[in-house]
Structures are given as C-alpha cells and as structure tokens.
C-alpha cells in the first residue's frame, strides 16, 4: 500500500477521528508504544480508522470508539518487515506461510520468488504475485535477476534477461530486481547483466545485492553497478565494509554463528545506522514453526547484547525505509495500522497482531483460517522425465572393460573444487572408491534433451542409502546422492511419483519423504503436518550421511537437502552440464569425455505444466 492506496473516504475519516468529531474504529489503550523515531518507550492511546493510524495520543484523551481494547500497560511495535526472503525455503504455499510468520509478528514480506522463477519463469512470478493476494500478509515481491544463477554451467527452467525483467518491473507489484547472484557477470560487463541493471536502473525501483565476497575494488565497482543492499555477510568486517561502502545491510539468521560478532561490531558505531535491516532469507518449515522468522532472529540479536529497541528499528522503520515505504514502519498517525503487541522486550513473542487495523493473530494463533485464493492456477507436474531404473546409476568407461581409470571429481561438500581419482574398472563400471559417493542430476523442466549426468563426489562420505531433492538451488532439477544403484534409483522414482520433494532410501526402499508436487518444491499439507515430515526426514537423514562431516559450519541446517546443486563460488563444479560430468581422461585434458558412457535415452515431455 502506498499514500494513494487508502481511499479519500477513510482518510477524511481519519482525521475527523483525530480531531474528536466522529468515532475511532478502535481504540487501542494502555499502550507502552516503541518509538522507532525516537528510541523511547511512552505511555499512549492509538486510534485507527480503517487501515490507519489516525491518532497516537495521551493516554485517556480520547474515548469515542466503536471497540476499545485494553493493552494493560503492554508494548507496541510497528509490524515486522522481512527485508529478503525466499518462501519457497519453507516449502509452503503463500497463504500457509502467512498463516506461520503473521501470528509471530511479520505482516510485510519482500520476496524473491527466485525458486519459483528458476522452475517456471516468469509465470513462476505472477503466481507468486497472484498467490498473495488478499492475505493477512503484506507480500511485496521482487523480480529475479538470477535465471539461471550461473549461466552456463546449469539449466534451469527459463532464462531471464532484459526483456523479462522490463516485464516484471513494470507489474506494480514488483519494488525491484531481487538480488543481484551474478557477480562476475556484473564486473565483468555481461550483456545480460548490464540489460537487467538498466531495466533496474531505468524502473526507478529497487536493485538488491548478493556481495558475498565482494571486498575493496571489486565491492566498489559492484556498488557502482547500481546495487544498494547486501545480505551476504561473512564476518563483522565485512559487514561494516560493506555498510561503510553504503549497502543497506540485511542481517539474516540462517547464519546465527556471525551474531555475535555482527552485534560487537555495530555497538562501536556512533549510531545505528537506518541502513541496517534483518531479513530471514531461507527457513526450513519444521524451524519456522519450532523457532520462528524474524521473531526468532530479533531475539537472537538481543541475547547477544543488541537493545531490544534497536532490534526492532531493523524490522520496522529501517526496513520501511529500505523498501521506500512510508506507511509502514512507525505507530504514526498517517501510517498503517500493522502492529504487535509484545508483554516483554526481553523476550519477544507477539501477543497479539494486528494488520491493517484487524486483529489478525493472537497468542501464536490466527484468528480466522487463511484461504488461498479457490481460482488460482497452481502449477503442478513440473518433473518433466520418466523413472530411471538403476542402471542410470551405474557408472561406466568406455573402452576399458578391466583396469584402471583417473577420473575428474567433485570434491568438498559446500565449497567444491575439481579433485582427480584413479579408480578400478570391472566389466566397464567404475568400482568406487572408499570415501566416495555418486551424484547424478538431471534436467527437469523440458527445456532441453539433456542426458542426465553422473559424477563421483567425495567429501560427503560413504552415503548408507540414497538422497533426491528437486529443491536443488538455484536450478532445481532433479537431483540423487548415494553409492547403490537401486537406493538411488528408488528415491527417484519416488519424487518424480509424487511431483517432487525431497526423499530418503536405504536397503531398496522409501526411509522419508516430503511431497512437493507445487512446482516441485511447495507442500499442500498443513504446516504442522510439513514441519513433522520435514523433521522426520532430517532425523533420519542422519542414517544416511554422517551430516557434521560432510556439512561443516552448516549444523543448522543438517538434513536439509537444497543446497546438494548450489554453486556458492566462483570455480565450484556443477554436474548439470554435460562437461562437467565425471572424465576419464587426465587432468590435463578438457572434461566432457564422450567415453564417459551414461545409458539413459530420456524422452522430454514438452508440455506445460497442469493447473490444479
């Protein structure tokens, strides 16, 4: 909602409210208000007509109201802005997340349906768009820049450039181009990038950043681009680098180790920088509901010595400022009435919420049901290929039926780098090695006859079992971990089965799985019944790999799947290409060895993906 938003009618009403004349719609007394403004914590009464703030003012000044609702001397907060977020990562349609995150405080969200784009393109962005209408949840969105993230080295499901982004930035639901994963391809003057920054530039709108990395020269040079946020923070350094260098910066939780230090460093400053939000970026749905969004993050900044107060101004008035919003953000006569009310700021947890002006939540609780949209066009059958059988896992050489092979392979488990393996050969199968695995991935948006590719992976252990996600950033095709042909196999035919998801195999059978048939990565189940599989299927994942192992630094996030395909720097090797599937020639020779034999003939299925 912008000023013009809010009709002439209410608006006039609002200030004959202000002034006495008429009624207030409600009437909120008792009020210790957080002045985000200021910094204080006053006494006060706040009025709201319709949508907004008419009045903040002493407390008993006023009477006339049609609903009177005593807050008892508890606080009240703007409502919680989410800077950056993708809501795919909790697997949860659009109005089950609101459901989620608005009864714990957050009733505005930017979301980079980046996940969604990636899979569909941009109709993965009007569905976004047009699965938020009408929630309780304020959901602003932003256009992906990043389709895919790393050209040429992954195949997703559409290709942005100028043209799509224009289209986007020109929806009115979109504030700007969501962040900016092509680093390179901005300082090194793609023709790609250099039309999504114009588009960007030319809208007026918003370009957030994806810095990670980015020092000195290089960090300037991606600012002079026209990016002016950054939620990729690595140490405290580099969160004030970066702020100094003038980033608006989006500290997340899904990096709870960096807290502290973050914190230490920002209570050096003279001042806390209106440049300085939070934002959840990806939260699994079993965490969401056990911890919380921004909620949990806020309270996080606290316990490590952040005042509550400045806690807050992140995910209130700064983040209003950061989206350019002024009707959110303060409890102002003016603003919109999204407000929560808190018993203690040592502690958060909302008592109650209000969006735009309605009590929306309280006790951790909706009030009424969150309905989607019944007309929606919901994208489903997204995995576009036939079951493999195991065969497809097997791993084999041409030209030697016994001996010896040097393979290339993927080594590390988050940061990867190409390793060089000598292997045996029976019968023309690579025999692997102790310490390795398989990863096999395949294209699944039928946009292209691919083959799918398989490679050896070390740095994850000896798998005891089979792992399939299609939740697979940022590309999300189908991918399979594991050393035995018919557990990998399995999981596979499981997902494809169900529409996609994230599944577990051991001993040639199903050990969890979690259905996403919404574009292979959203649930229909409830939150709490998505939360409990996720759990179970993180639990028992652990039967599978050996997670603090192969995952250092990552515990948080320990059986969750999606980042198997990620590529988080600049030289990590991606298996969805054909050349970059395992070689059998020598290191000094290129990869993409036709001899590298995978006996799989996939027929596309070309058709669009079914509404339902």
């Not at 569909?120 to 009408?134: E, F, K, N, Q």
């Not at 919380?292 to 400022?321: E, K, Q, S």
């Not at 969006?355 to 609780?365: D, F, I, M």
């Amino acid at each position: 909602m912008t000023a013009s938003s809010v009709s002439a009618h209410d608006r006039q009403r609002a200030i004959a409210a202000a002034l006495g004349k008429t009624p207030f719609d409600l009437l909120l007394t008792n009020a210790r208000i957080v002045d985000m403004a200021t910094g204080e914590i006053r006494p006060a009464d706040v009025g709201i007509v319709g949508v907004l703030i008419a009045s903040v003012h002493p407390c008993g000044a006023f009477s006339a109201a049609h609903d009177t609702q005593d807050l008892n001397g508890a606080y009240l907060s703007p409502g919680l802005i989410d800077t950056h977020v993708h809501v795919e990562s909790s697997h949860l349609p659009p109005a089950r997340y609101a459901e989620i995150v608005v009864a714990q405080g957050t009733t505005t969200i930017f979301w980079d349906p980046h996940e969604l784009a990636n899979v569909l393109g941009v109709a993965g962005v009007r569905y976004a768009i047009d699965a938020s209408r009408d929630l309780p949840l304020r959901v602003i969105c932003a256009a992906p820049s990043s389709v895919p993230s790393t050209p040429g080295l992954e195949m997703s499901g559409a290709d942005f450039a100028g043209q799509e982004m224009e289209t986007m930035l020109g929806w009115p639901e979109v504030a700007g181009v969501a962040e900016v994963m092509d680093m390179h391809g901005v300082l090194n003057g793609s023709e790609r990038m250099v039309e999504i920054l114009n588009a960007g530039l030319n809208s007026g709108k918003l370009i957030e950043g994806h810095a990670r990395g980015l020092s000195g020269a290089e960090l300037q040079a991606y600012l002079a681009a026209g990016v002016t946020s950054d939620h990729e923070l690595t140490s405290a350094d580099d969160a004030l680098e970066k702020l100094r260098a003038g980033l608006t910066l989006e500290i997340r939780g899904s990096h709870p180790y960096l807290l502290p230090d973050i914190v230490a460093a920002l209570k050096t400053l003279p001042h806390l920088s209106s440049q300085i939000t939070v934002c959840t970026d990806d939260v699994p749905p079993d965490m969401l509901l056990e911890k919380g969004g921004v909620i949990a993050l806020l309270n996080l900044l606290i316990a490590h010595g952040l005042p509550a107060t400045d806690a807050l101004r992140m995910a209130t008035l700064n983040a209003a400022i950061r989206l350019q919003r002024n009707d959110l953000g303060l409890i102002a006569a003016g603003r919109r009435a999204d407000l929560v009310v808190f018993d203690s700021l040592e502690q958060l947890c909302a008592r109650r919420v209000y969006v735009s002006g309605r009590c929306s939540a309280q006790n951790g609780k909706m009030l009424t049901p969150v309905a989607a949209n019944p007309q929606l066009c919901v994208p489903r059958d997204t995995l576009r290929l036939p079951p493999p059988t195991p065969e497809a896992f097997v791993l084999k050489v041409a030209g030697i039926k016994h001996g010896q092979a040097t393979l290339r392979h993927i080594k590390g488990a988050r940061f990867t780098q190409w390793g060089e393996t000598t292997v045996e050969v029976r019968d023309g199968q690579v025999q692997l090695p102790a310490g390795f695995s398989l990863i096999w991935v395949q294209h699944r948006h039928g946009r292209h006859p691919a083959a799918p590719q398989l490679a050896l992976l070390e740095g994850w252990g000896e798998l005891r079992g089979a792992i399939a996600t299609s939740y697979s950033h940022d590309s999300h095709n189908l991918v399979v971990l594991g050393r035995d042909p018919q557990d990998m196999a399995v999981a596979a035919d499981a997902l494809i089965a169900s529409g996609g998801g994230m599944a577990l195999s051991q001993n040639g059978e199903i050990l969890a799985q979690v259905a996403m048939p919404i574009a292979g990565m959203l649930s229909d189940l409830p939150p709490a019944e998505l939360a409990q599989q996720f759990k179970n299927l993180r639990d028992l994942s652990a039967r599978i790999a050996d997670w603090e192992t192969a995952l250092p630094g990552l515990q948080s996030h320990r059986g969750h799947l999606s980042g198997l395909q990620r590529r988080a720097a600049p030289d990590r090797p991606r298996p969805d290409r054909r050349h970059h599937a395992a070689d059998c020639r020598s290191a000094d020779r290129l990869l993409g060895n036709p001899g590298l034999k995978i006996n799989i003939i996939m027929m596309i299925d070309t058709r669009p993906p079914r509404c339902g």
